[in-house]
């Protein structure tokens, strides 16, 4: 099967969306797929640049890189997206390479999803079926069930945004052969909005792939976060943070403050929550270090906003003594970085919401001890059973092994093969044959 995969991101630029593709590409052709990837001029990505990603690419994968318009035009409101800026050169390369009708199948994996419009465009004039990847949901409710939580962007935008989607997404879906989605509840959420698009789905969270962490492991890359060696305990989180995360961030504030008044030792611990914000360097608010004041843990408590490149991301987790991921209270939320935290050996606490796919991964393969809350929970009591079921007596982090058979099956390579066994159902699903890689 040949397919041309849109990633708008794409290493060296450090973006979360790109990377499904950058850990499957190197397994594809395993599976009898030859892929070519259609992204985006790195210098032309509002996104922090890491050449060890793009290190680690395979040297076989075509890769067809086309320049945006640029950064500048983010002074204007409403036209700095990559989506706006990219669209024109996207659609004029993506018809060249569809032209000579070599490609079986496009797969659009990326959140920018206004490029999924030209799926319907390009298949329209070249006759190639499409798939489209829903790391996100292309239309969320999220915000108008929670009034109370401002949108990033402000209401205005999202409810501009939020319009447009909902005329977008189901023409596109009308053309579309079949979704990946990283959480069940994605899929669930287009039936119930359009009842008569029942497309072929299959769920697939973000894979792990301890290579990963080899590369790091025994290369000379460096964090600048923390010292490991300055006889402090760390504890790491790396990724978002924004208020529907405030519910289980203050429930692990709520059991340390609870310890911290009978465990003198906890006056060593440090919480690092880093690249909590998506703004530009030195632009982020903080949303951590405000919850943290609310229980007294300003000393122990460190928010960076600013994102750092992936490659420092894994050295934290490998440099730190215990990891945190609190969970968003979205139940539908998966973290798509979770793997990464379950392979870097270390003891780990998550809190995520009971519907999340998190707390049965964990559950099944071990890794960290997962505590469940509920839409209704409060902050103490998740707290008390962070205490109960994630503390040793010393403050420490418990400590579970993983299941590394029972994990196999989320891995990079596993996950390519499910990918290719899909890709080869919606081919199939248009009455068509795939050629053979």
């Known amino acids: 099967m040949r397919i041309l995969i849109i990633s708008p991101h794409f290493p060296p630029s450090n973006a979360a969306d790109m990377h499904r593709v950058r850990m499957l590409l190197p397994h594809l052709a ?4 030859s892929a070519e990837v259609l992204c985006v001029q790195a210098e032309q990505v509002a996104a922090p640049k890491d050449p060890w990603l793009e290190e680690g690419l ?12 640029g950064l500048e035009w983010g002074r204007i409101p409403g036209l700095g997206t990559l989506t706006f800026r990219a669209m024109a050169a996207i659609r004029r390369k993506g018809h060249e390479l569809l032209e000579g009708g070599r490609f079986d199948l496009v797969y659009f994996s990326t959140t920018q999803f206004g490029i999924h419009v030209l799926g319907p465009e390009w298949k329209k004039r070249h006759g190639v079926a499409f798939t489209m990847d829903y790391q996100d949901p292309w239309v969320s409710d999220y915000y108008r069930n929670n009034p109370g939580v401002t949108p990033p962007g402000g209401k205005l935008k999202y409810a501009v945004t939020r319009w447009l989607a909902g005329r977008q997404e189901p023409t596109v879906l009308d053309a579309c052969s079949g979704i990946t989605s990283v959480s069940p509840a994605y899929p669930e959420q287009i039936l119930t909005r359009y009842p008569d698009k029942a497309l072929p789905s299959i769920v697939l969270p973000f894979p792990g792939d301890n290579a990963d962490l080899e590369r790091v492991r025994h290369s000379a890359i460096r964090q600048q976060v923390f010292d490991p060696a300055d006889g402090f305990q760390h504890w790491v989180y790396i990724g978002r943070g924004g208020k ?6 203050s429930g692990i504030f709520s059991a340390l403050a609870t310890l911290k008044e009978r465990q003198p030792a906890l006056q060593r611990l440090r919480l690092h929550f880093i690249g909590t914000s998506y703004a530009s360097q030195g632009k982020g608010i903080k949303t951590i270090e405000p919850l943290a004041s609310q229980y007294g843990l300003e000393e122990m408590v ?11 991301t894994l050295r934290c987790l490998l ?20 793997y990464p935290y379950l392979l870097a050996g270390k003891p780990l ?9 998190v707390v049965s991964l964990i559950r099944k393969a071990g890794g960290g001890t997962v505590v469940p809350f509920r839409s209704d929970d409060n902050a103490d009591a998740i707290g008390a059973r962070v205490l109960a079921d994630a503390l040793n007596p010393d403050g420490t982090l418990r400590q579970v092994p993983l299941d590394h058979e029972a994990f196999s099956a989320h891995t990079a390579r596993h996950q390519a093969g499910q990918l290719a066994g899909f890709l080869h159902r919606c081919l199939t699903r248009e009455g068509r044959d795939a050629v053979t890689a």
């Open 349 to 357: 606490l998550t809190v995520f919401h009971e519907e999340s796919s």
């Open 319 to 338: 440099d730190a003594d215990g990891l945190i991921v609190p969970g968003s209270d979205d139940p539908g939320y998966t973290a798509s970085k979770i």
């Open 302 to 312: 460190k928010e960076h906003t600013d994102r750092i490149p992936y490659s420092q």
């Open 30 to 33: 395993g599976q009898g797929i």
């Open 244 to 249: 529907d995360m405030a519910l289980a961030v």
């Open 58 to 69: 395979p040297g076989d994968v075509p890769v067809h890189r086309v320049r945006a318009l």
